[in-house]
């Protein structure tokens, strides 16, 4: 957050609902925000240090039913035959979800 508030922040992830819809995304236009943005709207960064980190680790979801079978996948210790695809499109649960966000007071 060290950045000019004019630097446009592209994200890695976004959501989509269990009935495929799309939140806060277009499909097919860019996703960005800038550091200002995000900065005067996401409380979390404003966490002092032990705060932020105490509010990760009370927040984060349960991992997904295939988590281990990823891992072990990424880490080359198991091979797969016809589901990376599976694996890819299967659940993709992020810890940075909306569910975890920090409501403005």
Known sequence: M???NDVKILPGHFSVTDDGEYIDVTPGQPMFSTVGYIWENNGILRMAEDEFVEH?????PSKPPNYEQVIATNAGEYQPE???TELELG???CAATSESAVADD
């Open 91 to 93: 659940p993709n649960r």
């Open 56 to 60: 990760m680790f009370d927040n984060l």
């Open 82 to 84: 016809d589901e990376e």
């Open 2 to 4: 060290t950045e000019p």
